[in-house]
């Protein structure tokens, strides 16, 4: 099973600043890599997949990079509605397609 | 709109057992596979079992292999997650999730908002 490994576990950053999440796997994932948003009481949301391409609806703001074992997320300037989980997920040849723990983005 | 919806959780008692159900709507259901994720109180998300579009294929997190079978009806276009010897640490709120394919390295573009289970004496 592939180890996902998320990082911080918490990101405290003021509105209008930039956000960098990690996530990294313990062995190659390719670029099948995963970044979803969940706020508080909702479902989660797909942002990126293929390690850099937005989903339908998910701001430019947005951006995802890296392949292989290493990735990042990064928000260039934070919304309100920005605040939130962010998971990292592989889904590399068969499941079982683990998460990451989660990072949470929270207001400075 | 593309939609997915679980229902059938509830209060069980510890070694209880459980039927989840997902009704899909506005998509072609058995082109896709579909998983279940779990996310017990406070915690992250964790990856509970797949299935193929056609049903061929299974697969199950270690956590819960030999307790649960995920199963789906095609013709009724629904998901089904039927869990058994039910244990305290399988409290958490279900989720149902639409892959992107129907095969395998999909990622998960559609999720319903969740079913809650809760195993307790």
């Known amino acids: 099973e592939i180890v996902m490994t998320q990082s911080p576990a918490t990101l405290s950053v003021s509105p209008g600043e930039r956000a960098t999440l990690s996530c990294r796997a313990s062995q190659s994932v390719s670029s099948n890599l995963a970044w979803y948003q969940q706020k508080p009481g909702q479902a989660p949301r797909l942002l990126i997949y293929?390690?850099?391409t937005r989903a339908s609806g998910t701001p430019a703001r947005f951006s995802g990079s890296g392949s292989g074992t290493e990735f990042t997320l990064t928000i260039s300037s934070l919304q309100s509605e920005d605040f939130a989980v962010y998971y990292c997920?592989?889904?590399?040849?068969?499941?079982?397609?683990?998460f990451g723990q989660g990072t949470k983005l929270e207001i400075k | 709109e593309v939609q997915v919806l679980e229902s059938g959780g509830g209060l069980v008692q510890p070694g209880g057992s459980l039927r989840l159900s997902c009704a899909a709507s506005?998509?072609?259901?058995?082109?896709?596979?579909m998983s279940w994720v779990r996310q017990a109180p406070g915690k992250g998300l964790e990856w509970v079992s797949a299935?193929?579009?056609?049903?061929?294929?299974?697969f199950y997190a270690d956590s819960v292999k030999g307790r649960f079978t995920i199963s789906r009806d095609n013709s009724k276009k629904t998901l089904f997650l039927e869990m058994n010897s039910l244990r305290a640490e399988d409290t958490a709120v279900y989720h149902c999730a639409k892959g992107s394919g129907g095969y395998n390295y999909y990622y998960m573009d559609v999720w319903g908002k969740g079913t809650t289970v809760t195993v307790s004496s």
């Open positions: 997920q592989h889904y590399n040849n068969w499941p079982p397609y683990t």
């Open positions: 293929g390690a850099s």
């Open positions: 506005e998509f072609i259901f058995g082109t896709y596979a």
């Open positions: 299935i193929t579009g056609t049903g061929g294929s299974t």
